[in-house]
């Protein structure tokens, strides 16, 4: 797939089944713009059958302030789980995209699978212009409800930019909290089972 704004080329990705994205702001001009997703298929040789050529997924177009949280930035992990409580590591990057400098506040919200909120927290950073930083959260949830196939109980990461009292971006990531455990004696473990 090949990536056109205005005629202008932004670059290609080489595997049909993984996703991407481009910032395509300086390119865009006042007025009407035109984008194209090319696909061609016809350099690569196919292997024993055919996987057809064409966009098969959505293809989306999204909107932000110029200071936002990086797409695929966030990343969630347990650290540790006993039945009194689990320890969350959230890191989360901001992109900072105005022309000058500024502190940024990030606010997390955990919302537990019955909806109740069950951890705050936030951190303010200090930015230069068009520098992007890793913010890190560790973050302790009582008597958490553990995922499971059984039991597929979703908290919801509520997380949310701030700059001078006006909020910039958002996002809400589902995830489950669970342990996992590999070992050649007693094969995977979820939850201890």
């Not at 089944?17 to 090319?38: A, R, W």
């Not at 930035?73 to 540790?80: K, Q, V, W």
Request: aromatic fraction near 10%.
């Amino acid at each position: 797939a090949e990536v056109f704004v205005n005629g202008s080329s932004l670059g290609t990705h080489h595997y049909g089944y993984s996703p991407f994205y481009h910032d395509i702001t300086s390119l865009i001009k006042q007025g009407e713009n035109v984008i194209v997703v090319n696909v061609d298929n016809s350099y690569q040789p196919n292997c024993r059958w055919y996987t057809g050529s064409g966009i098969y997924r959505h293809v989306w177009m999204i909107r932000t302030s110029p200071s936002y949280i990086e797409d695929w930035g966030t990343f969630i992990s347990t650290n540790s789980i006993d039945k009194e409580q689990a320890v969350v590591i959230l890191n989360t990057t901001i992109v900072n995209g105005d022309t000058e400098e500024g502190e940024y506040t990030v606010n997390i919200n955990l919302t537990s699978p019955r909806g109740k909120v069950v951890s705050t927290t936030n951190s303010t950073v200090k930015m230069t212009s068009g520098n992007k930083h890793e913010i890190p959260f560790t973050i302790t949830v009582k008597k958490p409800r553990l995922w499971s196939t059984d039991t597929p109980e979703l908290y919801i990461a509520n997380i949310s930019l701030w700059k001078n009292k006006e909020k910039k971006d958002e996002l809400s990531i589902p995830f489950g909290i669970r342990t996992i455990h590999f070992s050649t004696g007693k094969g995977f473990k979820l939850n201890g089972v």
